[in-house]
C-alpha cells in the first residue's frame, strides 16, 4: 500500500494548514470531493481519499469491512501526522469517519473534529439490508438517494456497471459491527432537509458519540446536497475547521 493510491490532493495549500480529510459514500471515489477542493480556502488542504475498486484503482479488490479501510486509511495519512487534522465523511464516509477518528485518537493523533454528513450514526449503520436487494431494486435505491430517476441511457448503463462497488459498499456498512463508544474530539452532523434516508433525529443522534463539543446543522438539499448546494457546505466546513483549530491552538498554548 502507498500513500499515493489513497491519497488525491487537487489543489495547493499553504504548507502549515490542517489538513480535511474527506471519505466518499457507498459507490463514490475521491473525485467527488473535487469541487469541495477547489472551493475551500487554501488555508484548508483537502485530501481526498481513494477507495480500492474504483476509478484509477479498479484492478484492486474491493474492501468489504470499515474497519479495514480506515486502519488503511490512518496508515495513508502518517505523512501528514504532523499537521492538524480534521475528518469529514460523507453517508458511508461518516462511519469510515469515526472509526478512523477513534483510531487516531487511540494512536495520540487526535483529529480537530469529525464532520459527520448524510449519515446515520454509527450505532444505527447496520439496520437497513440494501446489499440483499436485487440488480434493479438497488438501482431504484440509487435513484430515490439521487432525488430523480436516471433517463439517460448513458448515465444509466455507467450506474448499471458501479452496482458491483455499490453493493460491495453497502455490505460493508450494513455488516459493521456498531460503533457505541465516544470520541473525545468534537462532531458536526449535516443533513440535508430532503434526504429520504436519513431524519434530522437520525443526524442530531450523533451527539452521543462525542465527550466533546456537538453541533448538527441542516442543509439545503437532499441526500446529496454537496453536489446540488456547494457553497453553503463551503461556508460550514470553513467556520469549523477554523474554530476547531483556534480551540486545538488555544489548548496547547496554555
Partial sequence: MTTKS??????????????????????GSASSFFALARALPPDIEVLAVQYPGRQDRLTEPLVDDLEVLAESVERALLPWSHRPTAVLGHSMGATVGFELAARLERDGR???????????????????????????????????????????????ELVRASLPVIRNDYRALETYPGGTGALRCPIAAL????????????????????SGQFVCHSMPGGHFYPATHLQPLVA???????GWSQFAGAQVSR
Avoid: M
Fill in 6 to 27: 489513497w491519497v488525491r490532493r487537487f489543489t495547493p495549500a499553504s504548507a502549515d494548514a490542517p489538513v480535511l480529510v474527506c471519505l466518499p459514500h457507498a459507490g
Fill in 110 to 156: 487526535s483529529p480537530l473534529g469529525l464532520i459527520a454528513s448524510a449519515a446515520r450514526p454509527p450505532s444505527r449503520a447496520g439496520d437497513a439490508k440494501v446489499h440483499l436487494l436485487s440488480d434493479a431494486a438497488l438501482l431504484i435505491e440509487v435513484e430515490i438517494l439521487s432525488g430523480a430517476a436516471i433517463t439517460d441511457p448513458v448515465q444509466a
Fill in 191 to 210: 443533513v440535508g432537509e430532503h434526504d429520504p434516508r436519513v431524519a434530522p433525529d437520525e443526524a442530531r443522534a450523533w451527539a452521543r458519540h462525542t
Fill in 236 to 242: 460550514v466546513v470553513t467556520e469549523l475547521v477554523a
